[in-house]
């Protein structure tokens, strides 16, 4: 069938592409840049505010898989532009089009939407979505790591240069590989809907320093995991913001976002069996990521 897809020029919905294409189906993706040509890829020149753009991709589309949205903004009316106001157009131009299978790639940000502003626009996405007549699910991914993934890198160059890990405040999260996250999606597009939500995981949470353990492991090296307090974490974000603006990466928002200390998959709200099961434990997938970084003289 057609996929549309939004978010295809990203870390996931790059690999969503490929194995996409490996499926046997035509993907019809939006893009804000001009792209090289790829056989089986249409590329639909705009963006998640250009309801023009967003109807020719989803038109005649057997599903819709919406990847794309803001994981950093300077302020609360930023992300609400990208991540609701967002969302609403590819779902109004859904039902236009009576293209009926919709996935939406939500956050685990979304169960607390009072933490940050990325929670709760993420949350107010889940909201167009569920409040929509369309066959919908929604996927809440937790951290996505693997070959590509750049929101990782400074971890894992910091456990190969210097052997120490930072970390936020004590806490849990789950993982997921990026080509775990892409086989469900592109599974959830291909079977009917549930109108579930779906918080997807390779099953094992870790504590924020084990996971710096196993980012050091992944590097050949022993990492010392270093945890951050909030209080340091806040005064960094404010010296970023002074010095790189509305451009500035650790915001106050991220920061409140990172002190939590429960980012894990709830077990109970895992997909069905039958449908999807993580293939990629963390250990290998943390090497697998870290050649990567190698091979591209990213460590």
Same mark, same amino acid.
């Given at each position: 069938m057609i996929l549309a897809l939004t978010g295809g020029t990203g870390?996931?919905?790059?690999?969503?592409?490929?194995q996409a294409l490996a499926a046997g189906h035509q993907v019809r993706a939006l893009a804000r840049r001009p792209q090289p040509p790829r056989e089986g890829v249409t590329w639909i020149a705009g963006a998640l505010d250009d309801p023009s753009a967003i109807s020719t991709l989803v038109s005649t589309a057997g599903a819709v898989i919406h990847v794309a949205g803001a994981v950093n903004a300077p302020d609360r009316a930023a992300f609400a532009a990208a991540n609701i106001d967002g969302t609403r157009n590819v779902v109004d131009a859904a039902r236009t089009w009576n293209v009926r299978r919709f996935v939406h790639v939500s956050s685990l940000a979304a169960r607390e939407p009072s933490l940050s502003n990325y929670g709760w626009s993420k949350g107010g996405a889940e909201d167009v979505v569920t409040a929509s007549a369309l066959d919908w699910t929604i996927v809440r991914p937790p951290g996505v790591?693997?070959?590509?993934?750049?929101?990782?890198?400074d971890l894992f160059r910091a456990a190969r240069r210097t052997g120490v890990v930072p970390i936020p405040p004590?806490?849990?999260?789950?993982?997921?590989?990026? /080509?775990?996250?892409? %086989? +469900? *999606?592109l599974a959830l597009a291909e079977a009917p809907g549930d109108g579930? =939500?779906?918080?997807?995981?390779?099953?094992?949470?870790?504590?924020?320093?084990?996971?710096?353990?196993?980012?050091g492991a992944a590097v050949g090296r022993r990492a010392v995991p270093l945890p951050l307090p909030a209080?340091?974490?806040?005064?960094? /974000?404010?010296?970023? %913001? +002074? *010095?790189?603006?509305?451009?500035?990466?650790?915001?106050?928002?991220? =920061?409140?976002?990172?002190?939590?200390?429960?980012?894990?998959a709830d077990p109970a709200k895992a997909p069905p069996p039958a449908l999807w099961q993580p293939q990629i434990a963390a250990a290998g997938g943390l090497a697998e990521t870290a050649r990567w970084y190698r091979a591209h003289g990213l460590l």
């Amino acid at each position: 069938m057609i996929l549309a897809l939004t978010g295809g020029t990203g870390f996931v919905g790059g690999v969503l592409i490929e194995q996409a294409l490996a499926a046997g189906h035509q993907v019809r993706a939006l893009a804000r840049r001009p792209q090289p040509p790829r056989e089986g890829v249409t590329w639909i020149a705009g963006a998640l505010d250009d309801p023009s753009a967003i109807s020719t991709l989803v038109s005649t589309a057997g599903a819709v898989i919406h990847v794309a949205g803001a994981v950093n903004a300077p302020d609360r009316a930023a992300f609400a532009a990208a991540n609701i106001d967002g969302t609403r157009n590819v779902v109004d131009a859904a039902r236009t089009w009576n293209v009926r299978r919709f996935v939406h790639v939500s956050s685990l940000a979304a169960r607390e939407p009072s933490l940050s502003n990325y929670g709760w626009s993420k949350g107010g996405a889940e909201d167009v979505v569920t409040a929509s007549a369309l066959d919908w699910t929604i996927v809440r991914p937790p951290g996505v790591y693997g070959p590509g993934d750049v929101e990782q890198r400074d971890l894992f160059r910091a456990a190969r240069r210097t052997g120490v890990v930072p970390i936020p405040p004590r806490g849990r999260l789950s993982i997921i590989h990026v /080509a775990d996250l892409a %086989r +469900l *999606l592109l599974a959830l597009a291909e079977a009917p809907g549930d109108g579930a =939500v779906y918080e997807a995981s390779d099953g094992h949470p870790l504590s924020y320093a084990d996971f710096a353990r196993a980012i050091g492991a992944a590097v050949g090296r022993r990492a010392v995991p270093l945890p951050l307090p909030a209080a340091l974490l806040r005064t960094a /974000a404010r010296a970023d %913001r +002074l *010095l790189r603006g509305r451009k500035a990466k650790l915001t106050a928002d991220r =920061v409140a976002y990172m002190v939590h200390p429960d980012w894990t998959a709830d077990p109970a709200k895992a997909p069905p069996p039958a449908l999807w099961q993580p293939q990629i434990a963390a250990a290998g997938g943390l090497a697998e990521t870290a050649r990567w970084y190698r091979a591209h003289g990213l460590l």
